[in-house]
Each structure stands twice: as structure tokens, then as C-alpha cells.
RNA sequence: GGGCCGUUAGCUCAACUGGCAGAGCAGGGCACUCUUAAUGCCAAGGUUGCUGGUUCGAUUCCAGCACGGCCUACCA
């Protein structure tokens, strides 16, 4: 007995009452995870129908002795039911008598208005089309623990309407990319996310092992190579909506897998991708929030053309910074930052990336073009006529984040070969020291002049939906398990 | 990886300086034929994240661990 007492925890109570309807409910022949079941969502049922079905899970159970309330959520919104005992055939009448909050039911019965303006159907017909064990969060509050909102994502999608929205609006944004984008001519393709060698960004990447070829590959870090192979292919316009995956820090900004567009223009440079990026983040904007001006954790951030534009060097000058002064670049990098990279001491570079992140990024909360960086640390792009220590390329900040990387495709095979030299002698550990012959290879064949384009979809998505986390905006982010 | 904060019933939250852990919702029972956070009454529900320590006594103080949040670092 007193064991007994102790099991019966409330979670527990719940579980085994509902477990006893389910066993109930079959033992009585009716089924209590149903089938298909036509009928009209909640939004399109008007006034005045006869035998309109409707089908959702019961959010809300109001009794009333011989009556009752029901709310029942769909995808398209909430229709109340009205339940009058008696007047249910004997199946409706059993299935009602073990309807919990939770379960998913279909009814049909004939629409009306309530005293108080409600649109409601009066029940005929009831079935539950799949029984609920376990009970939903508090009716009020919803679900509002941040961690079980992110482990548990069915549940928050049923609790917060809000967080419906957000997940509609980045579909509808990548509807939208991709629709702008196939209506210009791009070729929409698909490159291999398991990668020989990890190309086209610099991160630590994962491993992983293909048994029959006794393989290690690691998962892409950016699909920019392939791409451009592509282009040498023949292919002039191509964009690939890609998950990459990097094997890096967890934090608002960052999960180890996320989502990137790249896009390439053969014969066009830097300049044609900037008017491309400009045009199609304010096109998608516009189409999915009416408006040009949005607000972003209390900022306003106004995306109407022209955007601004501002050299990568003249940001250093406005800081009192000559960006080839070493020694003045690592007094002001000691101030705000560890002299430390991956256990390695930090190059003049890698200061001023720090800096840049520190002093110069967070001012740059309307959208702004960054343009021509280093060519120390764009290995892919091309350098500026006239001027061989700056390459061709932009970078794009939006509410002090950096959405878009975007530069003139380097295409010379012989300079690309020395960059990628550079490079690997400069690497960090846990990264492979290898040069990717292939992509050269395919540069010696002959790649036409082109621009490339990334645009970061999650932090893009954060923007449009005024969230800080990128947790917000991805449905499973990755977490430790419990 | 480092710093700060958090973890109490299925959910949302209380518990002053250490003194029997408390509500609302959900769940159970009763009443109620237009409610919508329905209402009223009754009863139930807890290893206070985990492991140690201090203390007559720990949800409360201390240490370690786990998970999360924010900041920071790496990266995009």
C-alpha cells in the first residue's frame, strides 16, 4: 500500500488514467488512434454550416454539467465545439466520456454563434484520432522553460504560436530566395556534403568514416569549391541552399550545422554580387514583412537602397588605426582581446579580426557593405587592380551581424595555388595539410571570371524574426543530451 | 575553454536573515445547459537537478558534478 502511495506521482496518475481510457476505448472496439479524417481547418469553417468537420488536438476543456466547451487547435487556428451529452450517438458518446486535453479528435456537427460572438460547432459526431498520455503544459502560461522548449520542440510548437511564426517565416524566406533567385536564371544544385578535404572556409571540421572504401571524409564546411566547378562545367548561374557543419563553439551565434545560400555569377565580379545581395534581401524583406524598416531587439533597421558602403581599411583608419601598423595593432588587440588563438600566439591578422570584431562590427547595425579586406585572409578571392594586398570583396553587416561574404571568384589556377600554400602554412592544428588539387585542377581547365555570393540563412532568419539566439531559429538545435 | 546566473509538483511560479516546502493551472471527486484563464466545494500530487560537507536542523550556507541561459573565446 504505502509503495503503492508512492508511485502514484502526479506525472504517473496521469499516464495510467489514460493508458485505462485507451484500453477502455479498445476493448469497446473503437479505436483510439484513428485514421484519415476529411475536414474543413479551423479558419475556413464559417456561420451556419450543416455537417462541417473539423479535426485538431483539444487545447481547453470547459464542462458545464450536461455540456461542454471544447477548444480544438489546427494548423490554421482554433474552432470551439459544443457538446451537448445527449445528443451524441453511443460510439461519439464513449469516445467523449474519455477525451483528455492533448488528444487529437475530429467532430462534425452543424456551425453557430454563441451569446458572447463565438463561432462554435454544435457536435454531433466525435472521435478521437489519437489519444494523448501525457498532459500538455499550463494553459496560461504555455511552455516558457527555455531547455525543454529546445529539447522538446513539438511541444513548444504546440504551446507557442509565436514560435510557429518564427519557423513559417524562415520557410517563407527561403521560398523567397530561391524564387528570386530561379527567376534570374540560377540552376538550384546539390554538391556532396562529405567532403575529401574540407574546402572553402577556414574551421575545424568533422569526421567521418566510409567503411567500404576505408575512408575518412570529413562534412563539408562550405560547398564554395564544388561550385565553382561547376561553373567551369558550364554552368553560369548556380546556387545551392546548403547545410554545412562546423566542428567549432556552441553559442547564440553559432550551431555546429547551419544553413548557407551560395550563389555564383560567371562574368560577373564583387560589384554585380553587391547589387545582387542589395536587390534580393530587400526584395525578400518587403515581400515578407511589408515594410523596409523592421525593429531588432529595440533597434530600427532600415534596409531601403542604396546601402552603405565603407572600405575595410578606412573602418581601421576610424578607429586611429593604420591596419599595417603592427606594432600599434597589437596594443590596441592586447586591450581588448588574448594574445592567444587555439593555443597559438596570435598573428598581426588575427588582431585585427579581433579588433574588428570588438570596435568596428557592433557600429554597424544598418546594413553595410565592408568592402575590400586583405588578401591575407580571403585565399579565394581576387586581389584589386592597382592595389595586390586588397581583394575584390564585401562583406555585409546587419544589426552588428555578418550576414553576407560575397567577392570577384579568384580564377588564375597558378595564384590560386600559391594562396592555398600560404594558407596551409599558416593552419591551425586539426586541420588537414592538404592542398586541393582537385580544385586547382579543375581552375587549369579554365573558370570564367565570376563573383560568389554566401548569405548566412539562420542569421538572417534571427533578424527577420527579432530573435538574439540562433537556437531560436533552428527546430532542433543541438544540445548536450540529459 | 573561462566568467556570471539558474535548476522547487506534469506546467507556471512562491518560500524574509537556516526552523514541519506553498499556490495557480493540468489531473481526480461532487455541483452546474452559452462557457472561453468558466465558477464553487472536497481530496490528492514533492528524493527542492545529483553527490558530499557544515549544523541539533539545509530548498536556504559551503564544495564538487550534471544540464541550461547570458557574456567571453574559436568560428559564420
Redesign the pocket.
Known amino acids: 500500500m504505502e509503495i503503492q ?2 508511485r ?4 504517473e ?2 499516464y495510467q ?1 489514460r493508458m485505462a481510457s485507451r484500453t477502455f476505448l479498445q476493448a469497446e472496439n473503437l479505436e483510439p488512434y484513428g485514421r484519415a479524417f476529411a475536414r474543413t481547418p479551423a479558419k475556413e469553417i464559417t456561420e451556419g454550416e450543416k455537417d462541417v468537420s473539423a479535426a485538431g488536438r483539444v487545447m ?8 461542454s ?1 471544447l477548444d480544438l487547435q489546427d494548423e490554421s487556428g482554433k474552432i ?1 465545439l459544443y457538446v ?1 451529452r445527449e445528443s451524441l450517438d453511443g460510439e461519439s458518446a464513449k469516445f467523449f466520456d474519455n477525451l ?2 492533448g488528444d487529437i479528435a475530429g467532430a462534425v456537427g452543424d456551425t ?1 454563434r ?5 463561432l ?1 460547432i454544435a457536435v454531433r459526431s466525435l472521435k478521437i484520432l489519437a489519444k494523448s498520455l501525457r ?14 522548449r ?1 529539447r522538446c520542440r513539438e511541444l513548444d510548437l504546440i504551446m507557442n504560436q509565436e514560435v510557429r511564426d518564427v519557423f513559417r517565416k524562415r520557410s517563407r524566406l527561403v521560398e523567397l530566395l530561391r524564387q528570386f533567385l530561379t527567376s534570374r536564371g540560377f540552376l538550384e544544385v546539390e554538391t556532396p556534403m562529405m567532403h575529401l578535404l574540407p574546402g572553402g ?3 575545424r571540421p568533422f569526421v567521418t568514416y566510409h567503411h567500404t572504401l576505408g575512408l575518412n571524409l570529413y562534412l563539408r564546411i562550405a560547398p564554395e569549391l564544388y561550385l565553382k566547378r561547376l561553373l567551369v562545367g558550364g554552368f553560369e548561374k548556380v546556387f545551392e541552399i546548403n547545410r554545412s557543419f ?1 566542428n ?9 550545422e ?1 544553413t548557407m545560400l551560395e550563389a555564383y555569377s560567371a562574368f560577373s565580379d564583387c560589384q554585380g554580387m553587391m547589387e545582387l545581395v542589395e536587390e534580393l534581401i530587400n526584395s525578400c524583406v518587403t515581400s515578407l514583412l511589408g515594410t523596409e524598416e523592421i525593429s531588432y531587439q529595440k533597434e530600427r533597421v532600415n534596409f531601403s537602397r542604396p546601402w552603405k558602403r565603407i572600405r575595410w581599411a578606412e573602418a581601421f583608419q576610424q578607429l586611429g588605426l593604420d591596419w599595417r601598423d603592427e606594432k600599434q595593432v597589437q596594443e590596441k588587440a592586447e586591450s ?3 594574445e592567444e ?2 593555443g597559438l600566439p596570435r598573428t598581426h591578422f ?1 588582431r585585427l ?2 579588433i574588428f ?2 570596435e568596428i562590427q557592433p557600429l554597424l547595425v544598418q546594413p553595410t557593405f565592408v568592402i575590400e579586406y586583405p588578401r591575407a585572409i580571403s585565399p579565394l578571392a581576387k586581389c584589386v587592380p592597382g592595389s595586390p594586398e586588397m581583394t575584390e570583396r564585401f562583406e555585409l553587416f546587419v544589426a552588428g551581424l ?1 550576414i553576407a ?1 560575397a567577392y570577384s571568384e579568384l580564377n588564375d589556377p597558378v595564384e590560386q595555388r600559391e594562396r592555398f600554400e600560404e594558407q596551409i602554412s599558416r593552419q591551425t592544428p586539426d586541420r588537414p595539410k592538404e592542398l586541393d588539387l582537385t580544385y586547382v585542377t579543375a581552375l587549369e581547365f579554365g573558370m570564367p571570371p565570376a563573383g560568389g555570393l554566401g548569405i ?1 540563412i ?2 538572417l532568419t534571427m533578424i527577420l524574426t527579432d530573435n ?4 531560436e531559429v533552428i527546430l532542433f538545435p543541438l ?2 543530451p ?1
Open positions: 502511495r508512492r502514484n506521482m502526479s506525472q496518475e496521469i488514467q481547453a476543456f470547459r464542462r458545464h454539467g450536461r455540456t466547451f470551439q451537448k483528455d486535453i453557430f454563441t451569446k458572447t460572438g463565438e462554435t498532459p500538455l503544459p499550463e494553459k496560461w502560461h504555455g511552455l516558457k522553460d527555455v531547455e525543454t529546445y572556409a577556414e574551421a562546423r567549432e563553439g556552441i553559442s547564440t551565434l553559432h550551431n555546429p547551419f581588448i582581446s588574448s588563438k587555439d588575427d579580426d579581433a570584431k570588438k555578418e561574404n548566412g539562420d542569421r538574439s539566439s540562433i537556437r544540445l548536450r540529459r
